[in-house]
């Protein structure tokens, strides 16, 4: 079955401190790749995307995500945490099967960071 | 416009009641999606509208009912639910053919009672 994996469930850091948030999906096609952060009481906000080429993919607000096809993984990291980042990230695959508009979430992992 | 807006944003209903759910986008989105999303939990995937065809239902119960009038709205229709379907239930969009993001709306937050 398809799934996406989150290892940290809950992470807390200090300010300045740095991230990295770990992604492993189980689906042998093609896939595209997404983190989504959602803020208190917020939307869903895309923070990334990786579709193809360069794995090594820039965001908005210093965020950064690493695709490994080999690992099957797609690690979000930030070099310094600020308190405003405190918030649930989700990973997030779509299969390029044909015809499948699917956006698979992962378990999210919460993120403190404290000021 | 870059927006999914969804009504009503809170709703509470008893398990006898009929209710809907609306969403709207303006982006000329093709696709459209219901999620389910749970305290604590990643959202779920309920259905999906291509093309305003149905394309995908995740084995949903059938007092769930979606339909896409046209292709900026999209509906769920709620008919006798019952308390554990309480949940944040979000819309989203996304342009067809594949290799594009989904946009999320805020959600509306049901509880039945």
């Known amino acids: 079955a398809q799934s996406v994996s989150q290892h940290n469930h809950h992470v807390i850091l200090s300010e300045a401190a740095s991230l990295e948030l770990g992604c492993n999906y189980s689906?042998?096609?093609?896939?595209?790749l997404f983190w989504y952060v959602q803020y208190p009481g917020q939307h869903l906000q895309l923070l990334l995307k990786y579709f193809s080429g360069d794995p090594l993919v820039k965001g908005i607000k210093g965020f950064e995500a690493e695709f490994i096809k080999s690992k099957f993984s797609f690690n979000l990291r930030k070099p310094s945490v600020q308190w405003s980042d405190t918030a649930e990230y989700f990973c997030?695959?779509?299969?390029?099967?044909?015809?499948?508009?699917?956006?698979?979430f992962g378990t999210g992992t919460r993120l403190k960071v404290l000021a | 416009d870059t927006e999914v807006t969804q009504t009503p944003k809170h709703l509470v209903m008893g398990m006898t009641n009929k209710k809907s759910l609306k969403c709207e986008q303006h982006?000329?989105?093709?696709?459209m999606y219901w999620y389910k999303q749970k305290a604590k939990k990643p959202p779920e995937l309920m259905f999906v509208?291509?093309?305003?065809?149905?394309?995908i239902n995740e084995s949903v119960p059938s007092r769930f009912s979606p339909e896409c009038p046209n292709s900026s709205l999209l509906n769920l229709h709620l008919h006798a639910l019952q308390p554990e379907d309480s949940a944040l239930y979000l819309c989203?969009?996304?342009?067809?053919?594949?290799?594009?993001?989904?946009?999320f709306g805020q959600g509306t937050r049901l509880t039945v009672v």
């Open positions: 982006m000329g989105h093709r696709a």
């Open positions: 989203a969009s996304s342009p067809a053919p594949l290799n594009t993001e989904a946009f």
């Open positions: 997030a695959v779509n299969p390029t099967t044909s015809g499948t508009y699917k956006y698979i």
């Open positions: 689906y042998g096609g093609t896939v595209n």
């Open positions: 509208y291509s093309y305003e065809k149905l394309s």
